[in-house]
């Protein structure tokens, strides 16, 4: 079946058939792109097509497409394990293992392959754009296309240009991901790039009071109250200590070891432990017979959530502070990309800058740790009781 709309529509490949990219795929084909899925690996790709026909089969009995849009959008998808498939693509996203020599490799054969205009992007998390374009004879076409987990259904798209991206290239990226229903952020081509960096205290100081004693229930109780869906102990759980874990190190290595970003030994002995959350169905919590324990009521603390929320705070007005991208999408990326009940900085602006500066000095009072340093951005909006939005 053809379908019309597809007519206009530049071809897209996607490589690599796992979590990321069959979820990315599907999103092109919804939206009328031909295109490629390519995976290294038979039974991968065999999965992640499953699973995209799985996912819109799911949307028709919802009544959320009607059967002939799906049959129209699977129309579309042409899945290979062989990666010549892609000649003839205007847009190559990648999704394969997190591996800068594996990336490189792949993007050196798409190089000879694609047409000179072709755009290849990375939905890389922590591989800086600069090191995938390094080695490219274009650098101007790699761009950082990063989407979120399950990519039909988050919002949020951070688009990462490299110094050598052609501005161009990040325009037709963004407005690609426009067109698929998505809100698109440009982010500084930075460890963790917008939303995986402000959000490593919600884990790392949650993971710092725990260490001092202080139950998981109550900790998740106090964030819980201040509206977050989820507690840190609970969302660390769901997303797996290991790859969490794997996240703050290499922030934490490729900001120099600062130590606002240290990784928590606490942390480290549950993945050496295997608890690594409800994939092993024992984490901070223990899923064995089911969830209820997760449940058990606790009490919210002020000063727990204070302290976590003037410590997220204190890391969004730096990554303003350093430009990575402008208050009003860094605080778009925290709400859509990983649902924060309100965006950081209009948070500070609600409770003043004045009060967080109070919190972060208390603590480093308390601690004498650089960690709790509070932003030069926060203390000059303190002192002249600005706001980060007039
Ligand atoms: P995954 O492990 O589910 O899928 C990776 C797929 O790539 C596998 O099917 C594998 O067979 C295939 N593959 C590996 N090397 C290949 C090659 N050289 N050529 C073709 N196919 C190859 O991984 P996932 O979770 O989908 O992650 C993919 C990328 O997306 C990584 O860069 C990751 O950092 C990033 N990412 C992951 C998110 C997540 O929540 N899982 C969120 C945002 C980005």
Known sequence: M?????????????????????GIAQLAIIHGHPTVLVDANEASLARGTD????????????????????ASALSLLTASSDIAKCKGSEIVIEAIVESLPVKEEL??????????????ASNTSSLSIAALAGSRKSPERVVGVHFFNPAPLMKLVEIVPGLLTNPSVTARCSALVTSWGKTSVCAKDTPGFIVNRVARPFYGEAL?????GLPYASIDASMKDLG?????????????NDINYAVTCSVFES??????YRPSILQRRMVENNLLGRKTK?????????DAAVLSASRPSVEISDRILAMLINEAAEAARL??????????????????PKGLLGWCDELGAAKIVTQLDALKARYGEERYRASPYLRDLAANNGKFFK
């Open 2 to 22: 053809t379908n019309i709309a597809s007519e206009n529509k530049e071809q897209i490949s996607v490589i690599g058939a796992g979590t990321m990219g069959s």
């Open 51 to 70: 699973a995209i026909r799985k996912n819109l089969d799911r949307d028709v009995e919802k009544g959320r497409k009607t059967a002939q849009q799906v």
């Open 107 to 120: 993007f050196s054969k798409l190089e000879s392959l694609l047409a000179p205009g072709a755009i290849l």
């Open 208 to 212: 710092r009071i725990a260490e001092e």
């Open 228 to 240: 977050f869906k989820m507690g840190p102990f609970e969302l660390m759980d769901l997303i797996g």
């Open 255 to 260: 900001f120099y070891y600062d130590s606002r």
């Open 282 to 290: 024992h984490g901070y919590y223990d899923y064995r017979s089911g």
């Open 323 to 340: 430009q990575i991208a402008s208050p009003k999408e860094i605080d778009l990326a925290m709400t859509l990309g990983v649902n924060y």
